[in-house]
């Protein structure tokens, strides 16, 4: 499978499997199928609640001889109220806990939004901390102490536009080596991508295939007619379309699922080659859809709004 390459030469396969809402009940066989199936890239978080299932999954793969550890690649993300330079020991120590493994390949900051320490999920704005109180390069120094102690390969972030990376910059001994964001054909993100290709940044696509579509199902990355005719042109699924015209981009994607059929056929994903017409074909889709829409952040009288999040306001 092709792969993302760091400066250190580690190489991050450029599909993997991603357990957001993903049951604990159902994330053990799913994780264990995967790797069966030739998956070597699990994304994980401690917010899914579902870390020692996935933990459970590769040390059952690990003991059965399928895989060694080396040969996977395990991210992980901090949690909004682990923010601060004293929290990111403590939290990533859990998470590696939960996943039953002494390093992760890859450390995120799960969004530019601080939540006080005993808040997991906020009811209220009074629940959050304003980034001008608690600055995201202060959460960078915990960052990267826990990679200089090797509990982690590689750190980055998520959510984070453009503007947020780049006050992060100057103040960064160790940049920022991936951003995962939200990218799919109806959000296929060229702004930031370009920013991030000059910077070195790497992107990761998280809801890659439209997060199931929306609630209304009216907009939906598995029924539009460009990516239904590509999908039927080339005799694959909506779904490998999509994923294959990001890793065309050289964005690493990480689609969800815990069924079987659909496990095996993202990662056959790898196998679809699109052209650069049929590249372009899905470039002129020109939407901008956001499943996660980062309004969950908004609260009357908090701090964040999710055009500030986006960067868009
Ligand atoms: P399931 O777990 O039942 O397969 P994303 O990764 O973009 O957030 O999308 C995840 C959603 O898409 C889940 O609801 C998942 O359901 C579904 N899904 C995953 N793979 C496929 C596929 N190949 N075709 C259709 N739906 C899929």
Redesign the pocket.
């Known amino acids: 499978m092709k792969t993302i390459k760091f400066k250190n030469h580690d190489e991050m396969p450029i599909l993997g499997l991603?357990t957001?809402?993903?049951q604990p009940n159902?994330v053990y066989d799913?994780v264990l199928t995967a790797i069966k199936e030739g998956y070597r890239h699990i994304d994980c978080a401690a917010i899914y609640g579902n870390e020692s299932e996935v933990g459970d999954a590769i040390q059952e793969a690990i003991k059965q001889g399928i895989v060694k550890r080396e040969n996977l690649w395990v991210t992980s993300k901090l949690w909004n109220n682990s923010h601060g330079q004293e929290n990111v020991l403590p939290a990533i120590k859990k998470t590696l806990e939960d996943l039953k493994l002494d390093y992760l390949d890859l450390y995120l900051v799960h969004w530019p939004v601080a939540l006080k320490h005993d808040i997991e999920m906020p009811s209220k704005g009074d629940d959050f901390i304003p980034l001008s109180e608690l600055p995201i390069s202060e959460t960078w120094k915990g960052m990267e102490s826990v990679l200089n102690e090797g509990l982690t390969r590689h750190i980055g972030v998520s959510n984070f536009n453009s503007k947020d990376l780049e006050n992060l910059w100057d103040k960064s001994n160790h940049k920022p080596e991936v951003n995962q964001v939200e990218i799919?054909p109806l959000l296929p993100q060229n702004e930031l991508l370009e920013f991030s290709n000059q910077k070195g940044i790497h992107l990761t696509a998280?809801?890659?295939?439209?997060?199931?579509?929306n609630a209304e199902k009216s907009i939906s990355?598995?029924e539009n007619q460009t990516i239904l005719k590509l999908a039927e042109e080339k005799n694959c699924?909506?779904?490998?379309i999509?994923?294959a015209w990001n890793m065309a981009r050289n964005i690493s994607?990480?689609?969800?699922?815990?069924?079987k059929?659909?496990?095996a056929?993202?990662f056959n994903?790898t196998a679809v080659e699109l052209s650069n017409e049929e590249i372009k074909e899905i470039d002129d889709i020109n939407l901008s859809h956001r499943?996660i829409d980062g309004k969950f952040w908004e609260f009357e009288g908090g701090p964040y709004t999710a055009e500030g999040i986006w960067g868009t306001k």
């Open positions: 991603g957001f809402r993903s159902e799913a799919h998280y809801a890659p295939i439209g997060s199931g579509g990355i598995l699924s909506p779904a490998q999509a994923l994607v990480i689609p969800k699922s815990t069924n059929k659909r496990i056929q993202n994903a499943f």
